[in-house]
Nanobody, 124 residues
Framework: VQLQASGGGLVQPGGSLRLSCATS????????IGWFRQAPGKEREGILC????????YYADSVKGRFTSSRDNAGNTVALQMNNLKPEDTAVYFC??????????????????WGRGTQVTVSS
């Protein structure tokens, strides 16, 4: 099982980035995907979970109205569209997976598989 987040970078406040999570080794259509982030000195937080059929399962208040996720089960990828980025969005972003049947909460303990993160820096 592998997940790999990519697409991070440096962006100015108010800008946008689109992250991608490439998956392999499991059948994506049976899994809920979670997006997480971890800023220096802070705990990893769940910001968004998307069900196996593409419905949003959870949005953190901090990203509501700015971040959305979509998925291509046939292509084994999940995207995170981030708009109106703020300096406080600076963090390493991760994608993670748990079976749809096993999904309970969008938090660190609720995921079974994790990928490497990608750095997002929001700064002028």
């Amino acid at each position: 099982v592998q997940l790999q987040a990519s697409g991070g970078g440096l962006v100015q406040p108010g800008g946008s980035l689109r992250l991608s999570c490439a998956t392999s080794g499991f059948t994506l259509k049976y899994y809920t995907i979670g997006w997480f982030r971890q800023a220096p000195g802070k705990e990893r937080e769940g910001i968004l979970c998307i069900s196996n059929k593409g419905a949003p399962a959870y949005y953190a208040d901090s990203v509501k109205g700015r971040f959305t996720s979509s998925r291509d089960n046939a292509g084994n990828t999940v995207a995170l569209q981030m708009n109106n980025l703020k300096p406080e969005d600076t963090a390493v972003y991760f994608c993670a997976a748990v079976t749809q049947l096993g999904y309970t909460t969008c938090d660190y303990g609720g995921m079974d598989y994790w990928g490497r993160g990608t750095q997002v820096t929001v700064s002028s």
